[in-house]
């Protein structure tokens, strides 16, 4: 099983840092300096995260050779509101480029293409260096490769949430990073216990260890405020599952 996975030229371990709860503190700065010295190279953020104090504590944080993913287009996604929350999340980050930029969800109001050319405008500006999608079927893929070249999707899969099954399957056949949220959310099958036991792991390391083996683009991203909690999620990459195990899982 392969432990990175590559983003463009960037090769990054294969689990990452989620920071949905993220609040600007002393401690949390801290938090994500010591998570990337850990092994985590990519930090997933968004512009509504905890009102906007995600993006500035990793802005503070500067993690050194580390891809930073933040997202817009929750309230809407006019290519104004885009716009003007692009220019937002650069100035909390404390960057001139955004590593990737996914757009959070398809707005009801706003054709998708007009939300992603307004994105690929500061992607031709190298402003944003790549470009994702976020809570996005199949098709909606297809149709944002018309506008943008797509580096990654962003959607709720685990165990116990499989709904995107089509959606994995597309990314790992097209070469596209799937960054699955809320990874560890839910029980899953009752053979995680005893499989657990069996490789003296957490239950939350063996859900990770099957994500890592559904599929070779996938990144997951769990989130913590502790870092005890992100070093067992780094060490689920040494997790090695057999066949018997993911089939019981899966």
Not at 200 to 210: D, S
């Amino acid at each position: 099983m392969a432990t990175t996975v590559r983003l463009g030229d960037r090769e990054l371990n294969r689990i990452g840092l989620g920071t949905n709860r993220l609040r600007r503190s002393e401690e949390n700065v801290s938090l994500v300096r010591a998570a990337v010295l850990a092994g985590v190279q990519l930090v997933d953020t968004a512009y509504t995260y905890t009102g906007g104090e995600s993006e500035e504590t990793i802005g503070e944080a500067g993690p050194a050779d580390t891809v930073v993913a933040t997202k817009g287009g929750w309230n809407g996604a006019r290519p104004e509101v885009l716009r003007a929350e692009i220019e937002e999340s650069l100035r909390r980050l404390r960057s001139d480029a955004i590593d990737l930029y996914y757009l959070h969800r398809p707005d009801p109001e706003t054709p998708l293409e007009e939300s992603l050319a307004a994105i690929d405008e500061y992607r031709r500006s190298g402003k944003i260096r790549h470009v994702g999608v976020s809570n996005v079927g199949v098709e909606q893929i297809e149709r944002a490769r018309q506008v943008v070249p797509v580096a990654a999707v962003q959607n709720h899969y685990n165990l116990a949430e499989r709904q995107h099954e089509d959606v994995v399957d597309y990314c790992e056949r097209e070469g596209i990073l799937f960054v699955p949220y809320f990874p560890l959310r839910g029980d899953g099958p009752r053979a995680v216990a005893a499989i657990a036991e069996r490789h003296g792991a957490t239950r939350a390391q063996i859900a990770l260890a099957w994500l890592l083996l559904r599929s070779a683009t996938i990144l997951p991203i769990p989130g913590t405020l502790s870092l005890e909690h992100a070093r067992e999620n780094v060490a689920a990459l040494e997790i090695v599952l057999t066949d018997d195990e993911f089939a019981a899982l899966t």
